[in-house]
């Protein structure tokens, strides 16, 4: 595709529900990075991957976060037992990976616990 | 640690009044360096990408600079549709694969 599309724009649920956010990286482009963005703040890491492989899972807040990538494309971040601090807007990043580290931002998911 | 700021926090400017934008970084060895504009409730859109020390880019309005330890954002004869946050990034060259990490941002403004 033209750019990184993110699936859902927004999503709103209930504190203890499972939320899963999808991600589509730019065709070809072999890396994927999940951030977190609370309001107002500057932009929190959660997870890479190269291809389905995630080296670095460092930035995950807690076993409630995980993600997994298939076929070295579309990710999906789940959260489980959402929490009313989770609210926030999930970012995706793709890059070509390894000789070129620019990273193509998509739209977000804002997510909303109540 | 590997660490970048940003000053000012925020910024406002009378529309063609030029200013500058600092990125400090304290990294061990600089891979690359990064300037995303982010408009509200958007994803950061990518602008320049800086390698090493003295090398400068531009586009439109904007010019990126780098050094050794910081890296400036200059914008000339600002425009209000510039009002937006600008984020600076660095990649270490330590890191074995794409990591950067992200400053706080500048938030600018700019008033008709």
């Known amino acids: 595709g033209a750019g990184v599309s993110q699936s859902p724009s927004n999503k709103v649920t209930e504190k203890g529900k499972d939320v899963e956010l999808r991600c589509d990286p730019i065709s070809g482009h072999t890396a994927l990075y999940w951030y977190r963005q609370s309001l107002g703040q500057g932009l929190e890491f959660l997870i890479y991957?190269?291809?389905?492989?995630?080296?670095?899972k460092s930035g995950l807040p807690s076993d409630r976060f995980s993600a997994e990538r298939t076929g070295g494309s579309v990710s999906t971040l789940t959260i489980q037992r959402t929490q009313q601090e989770d609210s926030a807007v999930y970012l995706c990043?793709?890059?070509?990976?390894?000789?070129?580290?620019?990273?193509?931002f998509g739209p977000g998911t804002r997510l909303t616990v109540l | 640690e590997d660490q970048v700021t940003q000053s000012p926090e925020a910024l406002r400017l009378q529309e063609g009044e030029s200013s500058s934008l600092n990125c400090s970084y304290t990294?061990?060895?600089?891979?690359?360096l990064f300037w995303y504009r982010q408009d509200p409730g958007k994803g950061p859109e990518f602008l320049f990408t800086l390698y090493s020390a003295g090398e400068e880019k531009e586009k439109e309005r904007l010019k990126a600079t780098l050094t050794k330890k910081e890296s400036f954002l200059h914008i000339t004869a600002p425009k209000p549709e510039d009002s937006a946050t600008y984020l600076c990034a660095v990649q270490a060259l330590k890191t074995s694969y794409d990591k950067v990490i992200f400053g706080p941002g500048t938030s600018l403004s700019v008033i008709p």
């Open positions: 991957f190269q291809g389905n492989s995630a080296p670095d």
């Open positions: 990294v061990s060895g600089l891979r690359g």
């Open positions: 990043a793709s890059s070509l990976g390894r000789s070129t580290y620019t990273q193509y």
